[in-house]
């Protein structure tokens, strides 16, 4: 055998073998001993996949050193991964003392190379003059060669910079030119921008349908700019029929984020009854909101307002303003407080939850807040919304809300199956979505791991990540429909995702078994038994939505551990049930 006589370019092989499961169970612990065998014999390419085992944690304790160590090697033999790689670990001091000028260095070499994503942060590096001197030009330079590769960050870049004429002659075609690549691909600021210059009529004729489209798209990605004009658009019915209900919604959107513009414009509508029942409480709320913030009309407003309220109305007015601007100046920390409420409340009086009022997320609007019944995670299959969970999160509410972003989004059921206890639902917008697994199955051994929102009453609602193995191909009493896994998982983790290193769906979680029920049967306490539904079962009820399957994304792969939590992390959500 070539390898065990020392040949390095066998020995890599079999350490690729080993890693992506190639005729051979998944090992990565034999995948590390052959790579290092190979590394060791100066073999860069082995060198630089050692090093991503050693920064993932892979078939050996995470150790940062050892992967800068192996990346440097790999690094100055010219292996472009590496040189990116090694940049990283420079820029945000992973084993290594942070140094931004060591940074630009290796940006520099994988750049040269062709390393698209190297030459945008070395673009970036340039405009912001980190690690380097401050040079538009240069900054343009990488940003358009990339761009020419499709990175979508840099085509914004290069567009931004056109249209500002930072570094170039300004040219708003070219920035109309760059924004649609970028805004094509899903870049929300690109989308925004785009539609500004169609409502401008900068670079490109004016033409409020286009204006009106990439608003939207901009818009349902959370973009208060193209929240306001799209507020804007519905309210003159520029580009679209004029709707005073979807203008008022809009506009509460940013309202509520703290524009001053869009408050005072929802205190007239408030005062008027466009868009929404005419209610002189809640225009007096946002008058005053919006003069806090210097308004001088909403100021002359206010006053007149309060004319048409009785003393108790103002008191209750400003209370209500009060909770408002905490929310506008808090918002992530007045979301977790509401939902950690309601959820802690859920679980402290379950015999009280269908029948009492409690603390929930409030409404600006002047109706009272549905009860929460139930709580659990879910993850995105397509751009457009649609989502799984587990049928048993939401089999008894009557109305579904998603949290993205510390936004609630209304869901509704598109199919279950409760056999498999999967549920496929719909949000509007566009989203981040995760791919499933390009293998049928896994193996036994393989590692796996989950996150979402356990116990979010004791643990927060941020997103834990968990990690585990797949212990075995059946489930409780070898249910086929099931993986065994020793992923720890609490309630609140089910329907969230059961993932592979590079982030694909290989399952949803759906249970851990009952220790009460176990103990009785057997006379022994389970040790973190918990369960996933295959992803195959999950394919199987989108196989009878063919619009939805041909939406799906593509697995991803040769992509960090960093990246790939990263991008999970913007793809599951908290599902509520309300009564």
């Known amino acids: 055998m070539k390898a065990e006589k020392g040949d390095a370019n066998a020995q890599l092989q079999i350490g690729n073998i080993y890693k992506q499961a190639k005729g051979v169970p998944q090992d990565y612990k034999q995948a590390v001993?052959?790579?290092?065998?190979?590394?060791?014999?100066?073999?860069?390419?082995?060198q630089d996949n050692l090093a991503s085992m050693y920064s993932k944690g892979e078939g050996v304790p995470r150790n940062h050193k050892q992967a800068v160590y192996w990346y440097t090697k790999a690094a100055e033999q010219g292996n472009v991964p590496a040189q990116y790689n090694l940049a990283i670990m420079y820029e945000f001091g992973w084993g290594v003392v942070q140094n931004s000028q060591k940074a630009f260095y290796w940006y520099t070499k994988a750049a040269e190379q062709g390393h698209a994503d190297a030459q945008c942060i070395l673009a970036f590096m340039y405009e912001r003059g980190e690690g380097t001197p401050q040079d538009y030009k240069q900054a343009f330079n990488w940003y358009t060669k990339a761009a020419e590769k499709g990175n979508v960050g840099a085509q914004y870049k290069l567009a931004s910079m056109y249209d500002k004429g930072e570094g170039v002659p300004q040219d708003y075609k070219q920035a109309v030119y760059w924004y649609t690549k970028a805004a094509e691909q899903g870049h929300?600021?690109?989308?925004?921008?785009?539609?500004?210059?169609?409502?401008?009529?900068?670079?490109?004729?004016?033409?409020?349908?286009?204006?009106?489209n990439w608003y939207t798209k901009a818009?349902?990605?959370?973009?208060?700019?193209?929240?306001?004009?799209?507020?804007?658009?519905?309210y003159e019915g520029k580009g679209v029929p004029q709707d005073y209900k979807k203008a008022f919604n809009w506009y509460?959107?940013?309202?509520?984020?703290?524009?001053?513009?869009?408050?005072?414009?929802?205190?007239?509508?408030?005062?008027?009854?466009?868009?929404v029942p005419q209610n002189y409480t809640y225009s007096y709320i946002w008058c005053s909101l919006a003069a806090a913030q210097g308004c001088e009309e909403a100021q002359g407003n206010r006053d007149s307002v309060m004319g048409l309220l009785s003393p108790e109305q103002i008191i209750q007015a400003q209370a209500l303003a009060a909770e408002i601007q905490y929310k506008i100046e808090n918002p992530e920390k007045a979301l977790r407080e509401a939902l950690v409420a309601e959820i802690q409340y859920m679980i402290e009086n379950p015999e009280k939850a269908s029948t009492e009022?409690?603390?929930?997320?409030?409404?600006?609007?002047?109706?009272?807040?549905?009860?929460?019944?139930?709580?659990?995670?879910?993850?995105?299959?397509?751009?457009?919304?649609?989502?799984?969970?587990?049928?048993?999160?939401?089999e008894e509410a009557k109305t579904i809300k998603i949290s993205v972003n510390g936004e609630l989004y209304p869901a509704k059921v598109i199919r279950t199956d409760a056999n498999c206890d999967l549920s496929l639902l719909k949000i509007?917008?566009?989203?981040?979505?995760?791919?499933?697994?390009?293998?049928?199955?896994?193996?036994?051994?393989?590692?796996?791991?989950?996150?979402?929102?356990?116990?979010?009453?004791?643990?927060?609602v941020n997103p834990k990540l968990t990690k585990g193995s797949i212990n075995s191909l059946t489930g409780y009493m070898d249910d086929l429909r099931l993986y065994q896994i020793s992923v720890p998982v609490q309630p609140g983790n089910s329907g969230g995702p059961l993932l592979d290193d590079s982030g694909n769906i290989c399952g949803v979680i759906v249970a851990m078994l009952d220790a009460e029920t176990l103990f009785k049967v057997s006379g022994s306490l389970p040790q973190n038994v918990n369960y996933a539904v295959k992803s195959t079962?999950?394919?199987?009820?989108?196989?009878?939505?063919?619009?939805?399957?041909?939406?799906?994304?593509?697995?991803?792969?040769?992509?960090?551990?960093?990246?790939?939590?990263?991008?999970?992390?913007?793809?599951?959500?908290?599902?509520?049930?309300?009564?």
């Not at 703290?258 to 005072?264: D, I, L, S, T």
């Open 33 to 46: 001993y052959w790579y290092t065998k190979a590394a060791e014999q100066g073999d860069a390419k082995a």
């Open 188 to 212: 929300a600021d690109a989308q925004c921008n785009l539609a500004f210059m169609y409502d401008k009529g900068e670079g490109v004729p004016q033409d409020y349908k286009q204006a009106f």
């Open 219 to 234: 818009a349902e990605q959370g973009v208060a700019f193209a929240q306001h004009n799209l507020a804007l658009m519905y």
């Open 252 to 275: 509460t959107k940013v309202a509520e984020k703290g524009y001053v513009g869009a408050q005072n414009k929802l205190a007239w509508m408030y005062y008027k009854g466009e868009g």
């Open 357 to 394: 009022a409690h603390p929930s997320v409030s409404s600006t609007t002047p109706k009272q807040a549905p009860e929460l019944i139930g709580a659990g995670t879910g993850f995105f299959i397509t751009r457009d919304g649609y989502l799984f969970t587990c049928a048993h999160v939401i």
């Open 428 to 460: 509007d917008g566009t989203f981040n979505a995760l791919a499933f697994s390009p293998k049928r199955t896994v193996v036994m051994g393989e590692d796996v791991f989950t996150m979402g929102f356990p116990n979010p009453n004791l643990q927060g």
């Open 537 to 579: 079962y999950a394919q199987a009820l989108i196989d009878t939505l063919p619009d939805v399957a041909k939406r799906l994304p593509a697995p991803s792969k040769n992509i960090s551990f960093e990246a790939v939590t990263a991008k999970v992390q913007k793809s599951i959500v908290m599902v509520l049930g309300y009564k």
